[in-house]
């Protein structure tokens, strides 16, 4: 059943992932206050989705949405419909990532990037475990960078993709080490005075704030040969639990909601360990979350569906599939309370 709320749903506009919180927000003592990116406030008020148009009518179409919504999480509909997610074969080729040359690039021998969808890297076309993910919604097009975490050999690779595709946000959802199992590489700079020197580019660090459920660094990447230089928002969340998903949607819903407004060009580049849990989850909870704003109608089976034919195992479990749901009712129940 797809989540159409009536007049709601109008075209107005054109292998892997498995904490407590911490302070409420503390920034390094190496920047002074004044260097807050962002404030609890600001994130609070984020969380607070606003459909464009909330009249009676449509406040009576969210309540409808919500309702079926409901019922299908009652009666264990979503985990079925999971399960028939699961037995959709799609056809896909993974010659490149198959290939000897690129087999150590990968950090999971059975999640590999689709030929048709992977992002080439280069003159050449060389490899990266990444793919592109092009989400469609009431006409309107999410674009997007779905890739695992780097492994010491790829942080060139991993960057390049950054600067190629001109984006301006990497969204990390992932600890480097979790339970004891390395789940990414460390690939940035950690201090404004020492960059991280890469083959053809610089990367160096100008801001960071840690807050209770992400951090937010800021890094300018300058292209050696050339002197181009691109600032890069990178967002790691860092509670989601070793196993499961987060104890708090609350935290995940600002989390999302402040990638989506930092975004400013270029595909959003999403990265959790091997790119398809986590990273899954976020992907259909942003395209959602713009729906509600927009006040579009959304199927949550439609948005998974798109994904997994672009790459493979898009979110990973029936667990990561109900926290999904559990998000995009929270947001709809906190919006019927306001005024």
Not at 119 to 142: F, H, M, T, W
Not at 180 to 195: A, L, Q
Request: net charge neutral; hydrophobic share 35%.
């Amino acid at each position: 059943i797809a989540a159409t709320p009536g007049s709601f749903g109008r075209n107005r506009w054109s292998s892997e992932d498995g904490g407590s919180a911490g302070p409420s927000q503390t920034v390094s003592p190496q920047l002074p206050d004044t260097n807050k990116i962002v404030t609890e406030g600001e994130l609070d008020q984020l969380a607070q989705i606003r459909p464009l148009i909330f009249n009676f009518h449509e406040q009576s179409a969210i309540k409808d949405c919500l309702k079926m919504l409901e019922k299908k999480v009652a009666e264990y509909g979503i985990i079925q419909e999971f399960m028939d997610l699961e037995f959709k074969n799609l056809p896909g080729e993974f010659i490149f990532g198959n290939q000897q040359s690129n087999r150590e690039k990968n950090r999971y021998r059975d999640i590999l990037p689709y030929d048709s969808t992977r992002v080439p890297l280069g003159k050449g076309k060389d490899y990266i475990n990444a793919s592109y993910i092009r989400i469609v919604n009431y006409e309107e097009e999410y674009f997007y960078i779905a890739s695992q975490g780097p492994l010491p050999g790829t942080v060139d690779d991993f960057w390049q993709m950054v600067f190629e595709n001109n984006s301006n946000i990497i969204a990390m959802i992932t600890r480097e080490i979790e339970g004891g199992i390395i789940k990414c590489y460390h690939y940035w700079p950690t201090s404004p005075k020492k960059p991280l020197e890469l083959k053809c580019l610089r990367i160096f660090l100008e801001n960071y704030q840690i807050l209770q459920y992400f951090t937010i660094r800021m890094f300018q990447i300058v292209e050696k040969s050339t002197g181009t230089s691109h600032l890069v928002k990178h967002l790691q969340f860092t509670k989601w639990p070793d196993h499961g998903t987060p104890a708090s949607a609350d935290g995940f819903i600002k989390y999302v909601r402040y990638v989506r407004k930092s975004h400013l060009m270029g595909p959003l580049v999403v990265h959790c360990s091997a790119g398809v849990g986590r990273t899954g989850v976020f992907l259909c909870v942003d395209v959602v979350f713009c729906a509600i704003e927009k006040n579009y109608s959304f199927d949550i089976v439609d948005i998974v569906t798109q994904m997994r034919e672009q790459r493979p195992g898009m979110i990973q479990t029936k667990e990561q599939y109900h926290f999904c749901y559990e998000i995009v009712l929270k947001v709809l129940q906190k919006l019927l309370t306001l005024d």
